[in-house]
């Protein structure tokens, strides 16, 4: 694992930017894995203005988004298909049809988790999957005691990430309970994962993360038995982990 730190939530956009340009300069049909939250916001951004500037192009991207809330129709402003039109796929020249967020009002949601998978795999794999971190140290949607061989499936929220989450919504009640996600084998397929923390609220998870063990309790330690992963972390997140 290889960590890179950086001063703050800018300077972790714009490292994590010129990473994912590289990749998808290099990669000649880049299957990217997708995040939200407010972690890749930035980067985001970023992304945009790259591809604004004719550094990149993303119209032989795929991606396919880590998870979505059950119960939230696309439209739905606090979708995450709606977050990622909003944020990012709106914006550049990526194409509609190449894109996977799970459905999250799906009639089998069950059907719908095999389905993800399956567009994964062939598709050919995700090539650079991007991850934030829950403050529990979820990654996806997969709360502390998931197990380490999960696919893509219905999870409960825990009342943390609802807590968390509820920033976004009205009231905590419209927080949806239960959402679709990745599992941890179906990021661990990927062959590369660039994981994103800002900010003193991921100072614990990341101190878990980068000196405790491999533990389901702490679902981003998996991320320690992958070949290929880099963290980009700001100050005020590496603060547990420098013993401030
Ligand atoms: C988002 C996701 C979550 C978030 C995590 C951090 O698609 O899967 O694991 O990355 O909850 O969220 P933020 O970035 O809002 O702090």
Known sequence: MEVIRVKDYDAMSKEAASF??????????PILGLATGSTPEGLYKCLIEEYKQGNVSFKDVKSFNLDEYVGLEKNDPNSYYYFMKDKLFDHVDISLDHVRVPNGVATDLQQE????EEAIKAAGGIDV????????????????????????????????????NSRFFNSIEEVPTQAVSMGIETI?????????????????ALAKLINGDVTEDVPASVLKNHPNVTVIVDEAAFAVVDGK
């Open 129 to 164: 999957q991007l991850l934030g971190i829950g403050a529990n140290g979820h990654i996806g949607f997969n709360e502390p005691g998931t197990p380490f061989t999960s696919k893509t499936q219905v999870v409960d929220l825990e009342e943390s990430t609802i807590q968390a």
């Open 113 to 116: 988790c095999v389905d993800h």
């Open 20 to 29: 994912l340009v590289e990749r998808i300069n290099r990669l000649k049909n």
């Open 188 to 204: 661990m397929n990927s062959k590369e994962i660039l994981l994103l923390a800002s900010g003193a609220s991921k100072a614990g």
